[in-house]
Every structure is written in structure tokens, then in C-alpha cells.
């Protein structure tokens, strides 16, 4: 099983960035749950959003309003569509599903 994280780059305060997570190996459509991390410099890994087949989707706090986690099944991949970036949400952005991890893919914001 792998998940290959993509979409991450610099942009502006304010502008958007659709990560990927793209599964071989397994139908995400058998995954419960499925969920975005990020970390920031310095700082502990943190949820950020999570879809799942039982409960629906929730998000952090600090993302709601302008994050959209999806699944799509088609394509096994998983999408975190981030609207209206802030400083704050710099750092790597990891998938995630019990045991597995995909590898980061960086996100930057500037002023």
C-alpha cells in the first residue's frame, strides 16, 4: 500500500492549493477513515480534516469554512481543497489511514 501526496507550493495569503492523495494498493473505498495532517515548523503534527464512510467529515478549528476534504473514489484519491490560505497553515501536509502514512508534500504561505 502507498499514498502519494501531491499539490503542495508556495503561494499568497489568500490563494488556494488542491492537495492530492492518491492510494495504490488498496480501494480507498474500503477505508473508513481518511484523513489530512499537517505539521509546521517546530510544531507537533495536527489534524486537519478527515472524511469518514461512518461519520461524515470534521475539521480542525482553525481550517473550517475554507478547507473541503473528498474522497474520489474513480480515481482512489483523496482531495484537501484549501481556500483562502493564511500564513499559519504553512507546513507539510501528510494523508492519512490506520498504519499508513503518504510522505508530506509541502505547503508554503507568504504575505
Known amino acids: 500500500v502507498q499514498l502519494q501526496a501531491s499539490g503542495g507550493g508556495s503561494v499568497q495569503a489568500g490563494e488556494s492549493l488542491r492537495l492530492s492523495c492518491t492510494v495504490s494498493?488498496?480501494?480507498?473505498?474500503?477505508?473508513?477513515?481518511i484523513a489530512w495532517y499537517r505539521q509546521a515548523p517546530g510544531k507537533q503534527r495536527e489534524l486537519v480534516a478527515r472524511?469518514?464512510?461512518?461519520?461524515?467529515?470534521n475539521y480542525a478549528d482553525s481550517v473550517k469554512g475554507r478547507f473541503t476534504i473528498s474522497r474520489d473514489t474513480g480515481a482512489n484519491t483523496v482531495y484537501l481543497q484549501m481556500n483562502g490560505l493564511k500564513l499559519e497553515d504553512t507546513g507539510v501536509y501528510y494523508c492519512?489511514?490506520?498504519?499508513?502514512w503518504g510522505q508530506g508534500t509541502l505547503v508554503t504561505v507568504s504575505s
Open positions: 494498493g488498496i480501494r480507498i473505498n474500503t477505508i473508513a477513515s
Open positions: 472524511t469518514s464512510i461512518f461519520y461524515g467529515t
Open positions: 492519512n489511514f490506520p498504519n499508513y
